[in-house]
């Protein structure tokens, strides 16, 4: 069984850099073929799609965030970590970890089956 698990804190305050590790089991995550992701749902709307690290390490970002998202790995741990830069309240949002068959969304996510595990979500607050 595959398990996706969140982490980190709740609470970040303006300008500073969000940082969120995801611990994956019962998975490889240099298994071929799988992209390991970060998608947020910010209060009162839908999911937004932030970035990916792919099996072999390359990452993704979503352009509508610029330079400011960082997605590393640990494949030691079997982790992946997103690092968001100068946040502000419009990045609070419930964080979620997830794993995909291709490096970007093809459709919406809302209603997406492009994901077959996901993490609980973490609630993140940028608040000063």
């Known amino acids: 069984q595959v398990q996706l698990q969140e982490s980190g804190p709740g609470l970040v305050k303006p300008s500073q850099t969000l940082s969120l590790t995801c611990t994956v089991s019962?998975?490889?995550?240099?298994?071929?073929?799988?992209?390991w992701t970060w998608i947020r749902q910010p209060p009162g709307k839908g999911l937004e799609w932030l970035g990916a690290?792919?099996?072999?390490?390359?990452?993704y970002y979503s352009p509508t965030l610029k330079t400011r998202p960082s997605i590393s790995r640990d494949t030691s741990k079997n982790q992946f970590t997103l690092q968001l830069s100068s946040v502000s309240p419009e990045d609070t949002a419930v964080y979620f970890c997830?794993?995909?068959?291709?490096?970007?969304?093809?459709?919406?996510?809302?209603?997406?089956?492009?994901?077959?595990?996901w993490g609980q979500g973490t609630q993140v607050t940028v608040s000063s």
């Open positions: 019962g998975a490889s995550i240099t298994t071929r073929n799988y992209y």
């Open positions: 997830a794993r995909g068959s291709n490096p970007r969304p093809r459709g919406p996510l809302n209603g997406t089956d492009e994901y077959d595990y």
């Open positions: 690290i792919s099996y072999s390490g390359h990452p």
